[in-house]
């Protein structure tokens, strides 16, 4: 059957075209014969045609909930296969059988099982449409029970398949309607089944088979609400009889009590609805409501329905009161189940639970209620209880307390005694007050009502009580709550005491609370003034008497109990409606406030209350109806306050006096306190002293002073913005952040003082690290001042000087930048030329950087080549007094990145005239030049004093990269660049006559010329009329004012021009004067570089020169190379160049050139050492490229390879000299050079090696290249050393030894705390050499025998050189932090693992290097020096690093070493000698998946076996050798060999094989000579032994058993053979039987 995966769900799918309005006819009025109980008949399969459907439908009725679902699945499967169009769908037996089997499993315990029998259900619908239509009356409770599914997805899956025909509302109803009874009968039929006939309770757990239950009985519940709830009554009455019989069972209101909360909530709404629609039928059956519904109802759990329950509980009292009096027959009464409902609480429901209880109360018959005191403090206990229950939600607390003081008011109204009602409230209402007052551990079952919701409720019960005896008992409690509170006050602890902060905080807390409360309710007594309700204020008398009390307290004990004080302060914030009316009371306590410091002065100043009063004072501002008596104290304090300024505690006050918007009118009038308020703001800012901070920012944040003392401060400031020494000063920095964020514009509107702050400000955070202080001032950078010329003037100087205080670049970009974008159209214009560098000054700058000769190393990296040898000064000394700034970078420098900055962020570079744009792009192209020349050797003052720093060397690629891409720009839109006029046209001609000298600045104006033309050709190509214009150039010369010029066209050209007739000619010219040219002249060397450089166009063989010429030329130049010590390196450089293209063109020609150009070759890669590697590295160059290009000519003539064969052993010998060369730095010619060394030194022959022990101290050189070349040469030459040590070793019986010189590398081994993290990333050549030195070891130990091995290990052991390559190798990996590096998310294969590949490697970045290496060294060690590592872990101290290394190896190594392991005896196994004659081969047998090796020796047809496992944790772990089959020896004998085996395994680094050779070697031995038994014929015994009796006289070996069994059998101690007597052999014992 098909197994498709399931379609999208019903509601997508596509409806069946006879679904609709007019389908329900088609539905059979028969009713329904379904049965939901599992042992219901099984469906009749037999005429079902597809064997697979009766698979399925089989497994359909299994108990396992996996099969159903798969039955199902292929079921959906199939009947999606067999649609409505193909033969009218899925046929007749199938549809019966679904319809038996649809309604058990729509109940089933499986989502699943549900979810696909209502998908089934539905593509069946579709699949049969009318056939199945005729059936739904069968299935229809089944498949509406599935929309009340609790399982969304279970309801989705059946309401999108109902809904998918009942397309309307009205069809929904319809359809309800006209399956009522159907509905109906399925309901009646579930609510009659039971938990034990749904589930099977041998296959159902009893868990499983309630929730089936409780999910058929909320089901039943649902099909029933839903129609009274979708259908009209007359519609109800058509199927009254069947309500009827479902409404008596008693498991309908008895569901009530069910341990389900959905089929409890389902049973209130049904009841809900029944209150509606079937009123008449719940009045005649009100007594067995009265006992199941409310009676038990109320008894039971309603956790989760309870809100449900009260709510409908409600509407049956209203319509039936009688269901709580006469209706209930129960043993126990109504009211003691209500109040045992009450104390469970709201049950985990919301605050409508309470809402609801309370609207039940209401209407509850009086009768049920107490009516006595006692009763009533019963009922409310009760509720207490539950309102305080730890299960109760801290949301319920207001709905439950209001519904709790609402009970307790019907309670006073219904109490008689008047003692009564005040008890009642007593005990009921006024603890809540109490509590939250003052909190006690007593009075903590009150603390869910410490809400002031809730206390105003409270307050209200009884202060707005119509019985005057309780409102005179609140006044009562008020009164006596105010004298507790006094009392504990005056009884709170002194000074002195340890828990004296306790003690007050306590008070402070009791009075805030307090007066929280109190100000509320004069809140609400002045909000219903004037209403029929009034709300009194009670709490008023008692809290002014309360302040009364405390300022009495405060002046008795010297202002110290500070929760006094702050109890004052809280009445002003919490209750101010207490003071907005006259009276002696708030008189008295304003008096007290306006003589705090006139009476008590310091006292108070120092004491902890004087916080609280003067904050007290700035909150009476904040009431409008007392602001004369605030303006008064305001001032009597302010006035007393300045003449104790000095004291202890003063500063704080004024503080808090002047921190009012109220107080700012006030203290601007009083002209001492002006002077005060400055004075000490200087004195907090100068001295930066942590006192008087606080003032500083309230002075300004509330704008205490004056506009013009303002003003007058912040200059002060802004000249104090710096000490003496220039360093910044914090206070002032902090001050003037304080006012530029409280109030800018007094630092923007003077002049003066914004410009002076601008510059010292800029200047102090290029200078010194940048505080968040001077950070916050730098905003004021984002508004300049509306007069620019002086922001102007600032940049101008900027960019024109250069010392250590100058501000940076970025800063002035920014200035000009914000003036330029802020200006006028009119107005940029005019400021263009007054933003712009100073050409002038640019120039005079830079020809100060022109004075020293260039590098000649650069002729390497620039396409003008030898034009760097051409320009000579009388200077080779770097210019030191060149002006540079903080960062070392010269004046052209800043001009530069200034300039390409400007560009950048879109200045209007068009507007300037054009011959300033000419100049400065002139200067910018020079500047650019020189930056990259440094750059390329990393020298030293030239644009930048070095290139060390990375802020430097970050600067100066941002300036290349920058400048590169502007002219690329630039040109991208000069297509007619040669024609002119135009600014690139003008450009190019500038250039050219600026090139026309031999000096420093005309050489980087070709440069410059030459990168120019160089894109300009790229971009537009070299088109029609270029011929014309590069002859009207005239500089196609062999002439000094022509030569630079000249290289700068044709290098920027390129190829371009190689059809040129005017450059052939050229060409053509040079070649013929080559050949009259004189070694040493200048003219001779300015005709070779211009004859390298026109040769650079052509390809390599392809010169247009007559060939006649080519042979003048070279001879002239193979001339000056038969005295090579003649030639200087510029020549020399140049020759080589020349003849690395002329003599491709020639090489069919015989003669004395090739012998004498190869020696030149080799004499510059071996001649002393005189001038610097600066100088040698052209010659060094040229002459490599030479040499490749003659190797790889195509058909050379013989002359070419005789010399080429009779030299190469020399020039092995010359370029191992060239890698011996001393660098001093790395540079990028240098990196050339010893790039194309190496690719020469790794195609060297071994034998042209002589001596290895030179290249050692090359892999530790500090160039990558060179430790690249000699490592490539000695991992290839170590290990085809071996052998031939290996051997001597052998002859001359002596121990192998490491070379001193590789062994020499490891004395420095790197450490982690030696190099940053920074540092480390980069793989340093230090760290690069010790590992490539340990790879080298490795290598020597791949092929070496196990002799040589072994002494290599005892070497690395004596001298504890694994231990530090193993403690950085887990340092740098995360070992040690516990963090290991993970391999597989790293992707480490492990083919990595096992292989370094160096030139791959270097491919990655630095650290995947490092860790490559390191990862693939620590294999090594694992393969080749087990024991070694070993030893290293059982030393480590670090447990975390252990166990860390010890999970790591098992995961990624132990695997792949196992591997190798058993790998390598599997290839031993199958290369093994042939065995003796007297020998037989050892039987290995390799099982991987058991990590063993099983090896044995056949003696005498048995097997002398052995088995040999390797463990999980294998090296470290060792392995196991047990024996097998033990044969020919005894057993101590046995486990000698067994023991020395494993001995050989462990000591000699874990090498299988050996182990192996040994057992086979004990074995051979100790067969030697052995001979079968006279008696026995045989070797070995049956006790597993050789002949081991000898007769004295035959000298024949026979086996002690066989002899004692022929003693037996002969009755006489003779020999077998001779028959002369043998001694006596013992007693014939079981052990010697081998039994």
């Known amino acids: 059957m098909s197994r498709k995966p399931l379609k999208s769900r019903a509601a997508s799918s596509k409806t069946p075209a006879s679904f609709g309005a007019g389908s329900f006819g088609a539905f059979s009025t028969t009713s329904r014969g379904t049965d939901l109980s599992y042992l219901a008949e099984p469906p009749d399969l037999s005429s079902v045609s597809d064997a697979n459907v009766v698979v399925s439908l089989k497994n359909l009725q299994k108990k396992d909930a996996t099969t159903k679902a798969k039955a199902l699945e292929e079921l959906v499967a199939y009947v999606q296969a067999h649609p409505y169009e193909q033969d009218g769908g899925t046929e007749e037996p199938i549809l019966e059988a679904w319809v038996q089997i649809y309604p058990r499993l729509s109940i089933d315990n499986s989502r699943r099982v549900r979810e696909l029998s209502h998908l089934l259900q539905f593509e069946s619908m579709k699949s049969a449409r009318k056939r199945m239509e005729r059936r739904v009356p069968k299935i229809v409770g089944s498949w509406l029970a599935g929309t009340f599914d609790r399982d969304k997805a279970v309801s989705r899956a059946a309401t999108e398949g109902l809904s998918s025909f009942l397309t309307t509302p009205e069809k929904v109803t319809q359809f309800w309607r006209r399956c009522q009874t159907q509905i109906l009968e399925y309901a009646s039929d579930a609510m009659k089944e039971t938990a034990e006939t749904l589930s099977d309770e041998r296959s159902t757990n009893a868990d499983d088979a309630e929730a089936k239950y409780h999910r058929v009985l909320g089901s039943s519940l649902a099909l029933v609400l839903n129609l009274l709830q979708k259908l009209d009554l007359p519609d109800l009455e058509k199927c009254q009889d069947t309500y009827d019989q479902f409404f008596e069972q008693d498991k309908v209101w008895a569901s009530v009590t069910i341990n389900d909360p959905v089929v409890r909530r389902l049973s209130s709404q049904l009841l809900s609805a029944c209150l509606e629609k079937r009123s008449g039928r719940i009045a005649a059956d009100l007594a067995r409501l009265s006992k199941t519904f409310v009676g038990e109802g109320l008894k039971s759990n309603q956790n989760g329905s309870a809100t449900e329950y009260i709510s409908v509980l409600t509407q049956l009292t209203v319509k039936h009161p009688t269901t709580w009096t006469s209706e209930y027959r ?214 002014l008497e309360l302040l009364q009390d405390v300022f009495k307290l405060l002046e008795t004990r010297n202002w110290k109990p500070f929760g006094a004080a702050a109890t004052v302060e809280s009445a002003f914030r919490q209750s101010p409606r207490l003071f907005t009316q006259s009276s002696e009371s708030t008189d008295e306590v304003f008096c007290h406030l306006e003589s705090l410091l006139l009476e008590n002065q310091v006292e108070l100043l120092q004491s902890p209350a004087a916080a609280y009063l003067f904050s007290s004072i700035n909150l009476l501002g904040q009431i409008p109806e007392r602001q004369q008596e605030y303006d008064r104290i305001w001032k009597a304090n302010i006035t007393a306050l300045l003449e104790y300024i000095d004291q202890p505690g003063a500063l704080s006050a004024l503080t808090t006096l002047i921190s009012t918007e109220h ?22 800012t100068v001295n930066d002293t942590s006192l008087g901070w606080d003032l500083f920012s309230a002075v300004f944040t509330f704008g205490t002073l004056t506009d013009t003392a303002a003003r007058q401060l912040a200059k002060e400031l802004g000249g104090r913005i710096t000490n003496p020494l220039g360093q910044p000063n914090p206070g002032v920095v902090k001050g003037l952040r304080l006012i530029a964020e409280k109030k800018p514009d007094i630092l923007v509107q003077d002049e003066e003082t914004h410009m002076n702050l601008i510059t010292n400000l800029l200047s102090l955070s290029e200078r010194f690290d940048v505080t968040s202080d001077l950070t916050a001032l730098k905003q004021l950078m984002d508004n300049p001042s509306t007069n620019s010329h002086r922001t102007l003037g600032l940049i101008q100087q900027g960019i024109s000087n250069a010392d250590p205080s100058s501000l940076a670049v970025d800063t002035l970009v920014q200035q000009a930048m914000q003036a330029h974008t802020s200006a006028t159209d009119v107005a940029r214009i005019e400021q263009l030329e007054q933003l712009v560098p100073d050409t002038n000054i640019w120039r005079q700058e830079l020809e100060s950087l022109f004075q020293e000769t260039p590098n000649p190393s650069l002729a390497i990296t620039s396409t003008l080549g030898g034009a760097y040898f051409l320009p000579i000064t009388s200077s080779t000394t770097p210019n030191t007094s060149v002006r540079r700034d903080r960062e070392g970078c010269s004046i052209p420098g800043r001009m530069a990145i200034y300039t390409i900055n400007l560009l950048t962020e879109g200045f209007q570079f068009h507007h300037l005239p054009v011959a300033k744009q000419v100049d400065m792009l002139l200067n910018l192209s020079l500047t650019m030049g020189l930056a990259a020349d440094q750059l390329t050797i990393m020298d030293e003052n030239k644009i930048w ?97 022509t030569a630079l010029p000249a290289i700068a066209i044709l290098g920027g050209l390129g190829e371009s021009v190689s059809a040129s007739r005017a450059v052939s000619n050229f060409c053509n010219r040079l070649v013929s004067d080559v050949a009259g040219a004189n070694l040493g002249q200048e003219k001779g060397l300015i005709t070779l570089v211009l004859l390298n450089a026109c040769m650079q166009i052509y390809d390599i063989g392809e010169l247009p020169v007559a060939n006649n010429r080519l042979v003048f030329a070279v001879k002239q130049i193979t001339t000056w190379l038969e005295t090579p010590e003649d030639l200087d390196y510029r020549f020399a450089a140049e020759a080589c160049r020349s003849l690395q293209r002329l003599l491709p063109c020639i090489k069919d020609v015989y003669g004395p050139y090739w012998d004498r150009t190869i020696e030149f070759c080799t004499y510059l890669w071996t001649k002393p050492i005189i001038q610097s590697l600066d100088c040698r590295l052209p010659e060094i160059h040229s002459s490599l490229r030479l040499i490749t290009t003659l190797q790889s000519l195509e058909d050379p003539n013989d002359d070419l390879i005789d010399v080429l064969q009779s030299t190469a052993e020399n020039r092995s010998a010359a370029l191992l000299e060239l890698l011996k060369l001393h660098r001093a730095k790395d540079t990028q010619p240098l990196e050339i050079v010893d790039s194309i060394i190496c690719r020469q030194v790794e195609k060297l022959p071994l034998h042209h090696v002589k001596d290895l022990s030179e290249m050692y101290g090359l892999v530790a050189s500090d160039s990558r290249v060179i430790q690249t070349a000699a490592f490539t040469l000695l991992h290839k030459a170590l290990p085809a050393a071996q052998e031939q040590l290996s051997l001597d070793v052998l002859l001359e019986k002596r121990d192998a030894q490491l070379p001193d010189e590789l062994l020499s590398l490891f004395l420095d081994a790197p450490t982690l705390e030696a190099y940053p993290d920074d540092v480390l990333a980069r793989f340093p050549t230090p760290i690069r050499s010790y590992l490539l030195s340990w790879h080298l070891v490795f290598d020597a130990f791949r092929t070496a025998s196990f002799k040589v091995r072994s002494d290599y290990t005892e070497n690395l052991k004596s001298a504890n050189n694994v231990g530090p390559l193993m403690d950085f190798t887990f340092d740098v990996l995360g070992h040690s932090a516990a963090r290991p590096l993970s391999l597989d998310r790293a992707n480490f294969t492990e083919k990595q693992i096992k292989e370094y590949n160096i030139k791959l490697a270097e491919a990655e970045n630095e650290e995947r290097d490092m860790q490559w290496l390191l990862i693939h060294l620590y ?217």
């Open 945 to 1041: 004093a070095s290139l060390s720093s990375k802020a430097a060397l970050s600067a100066a690629e941002d300036l290349i990269s920058s400048v590169r891409s502007f002219f690329n720009s630039l040109n991208a839109g000069s297509g007619h660049w040669r024609e002119g006029p135009g600014l690139v046209y003008d450009l190019v001609r500038a250039l050219i006559n600026e090139a026309k000298s031999l000096t420093p600045l005309s050489l980087y104006c070709a440069r410059a010329l030459g990168e120019l033309v160089q894109s300009l050709a790229e971009i537009h190509g070299f088109l029609s009329g270029g011929e014309q214009w590069l002859t009207s150039l005239d500089i196609l010369k062999n002439s000094p004012s």
């Open 663 to 684: 107080a700012r009118t006030l203290s601007q009038q009083v002209q001492a306190l002006e002077g005060e308020l400055i004075r000490r703001c200087l004195e907090c």
């Open 1419 to 1635: 294999y090594l060690v694992l393969k080749y020096v087990p024991g070694l590592f070993k030893a290293w872990y059982i030393d480590c101290r670090s447990k975390q690093t252990k166990i860390a290394v010890a999970s790591w190896m098992a995961k990624y190594f132990s695997p792949i070493i196992i591997l190798d392991a058993l790998n390598d005896v599997d290839d031993w196994k199958e290369t093994q000698e042939p065995p003796a004659e007297d020998e037989k081969e050892l039987i290995v047998k390799v099982s991987r998946t058991a990590r063993e090796v099983v090896a044995g020796y056949e003696i005498d047809e048995q097997q002398a076996s052995i088995s040999i496992r390797i463990p999980q944790e294998y090296p470290l772990e060792g392995v196991t050798v047990t024996g097998i089959n033990r044969v020919a020896v005894n057993e101590r004998k046995w486990q000698s060999w067994i023991m020395t085996t494993q001995g050989v395994i462990t000591f000699s680094g874990g090498s299988i094989i050996d182990g192996l050779t040994t057992f086979r070697r004990n074995i051979v031995g100790a067969m030697k000579g052995q001979t079968e038994c006279a008696i026995c014929y045989s070797i070995i015994s049956t006790d597993k032994k050789m002949p081991d009796k000898r007769c004295q006289t035959c000298r024949n070996l026979f086996h002690r058993t066989c002899l004692y069994k022929w003693f037996q059998s002969s009755n006489q101690n003779t020999c077998p053979l001779c028959r002369n007597p043998i001694d006596y052999l013992g007693a014939d014992t079981r052990a010697r039987r081998g039994a």
């Open 330 to 543: 129960g043993k126990k009464s109504l009211a003691s189940r209500l109040k045992a409902f009450l104390e469970r609480g709201s049950q985990g429901s919301s605050s409508k639970f309470w809402i609801s209880l309370n609207s039940l109360l209401e209407v509850i018959p009086a009768s049920i209620l107490p009516e006595k005191l006692d009763g009533a403090q019963g009922f409310l206990k009760s509720m207490r209880l539950g309102v305080t229950s730890r299960e109760e939600p801290r949301s319920n607390a207001v709905d439950g307390w209001s519904t709790y003081l609402n009970t307790v008011r019907r309670f006073i109204t219904t109490v008689q005694s008047s003692e009564d009602r005040v008890k009642l409230v007593q005990e009921n209402i006024f603890p809540l007050v109490s509590h939250y007052l003052y909190p006690t551990p007593e009075t903590s079952t009150w603390a869910s009502g410490s809400q002031l919701t809730i206390l105003i409720k409270a307050y209200t019960s009884t202060a707005t009580s119509p019985f005057e005896e309780i409102v005179e008992a609140t006044r009562s409690e008020w009164n006596q709550w105010k004298e507790n509170f006094k009392n504990r006050m005056r009884n709170s602890l002194p000074g002195a005491s340890k828990e004296y902060e306790k003690s007050q905080k306590s008070v402070a807390d009791e009075g805030n609370r307090w007066f929280a409360l109190t100000g509320l309710i004069s809140e609400a007594h002045e909000k219903t003034l004037g209403t029929d309700r009034p709300i009194p204020n009670l709490p008023i008398r008692y809290s």
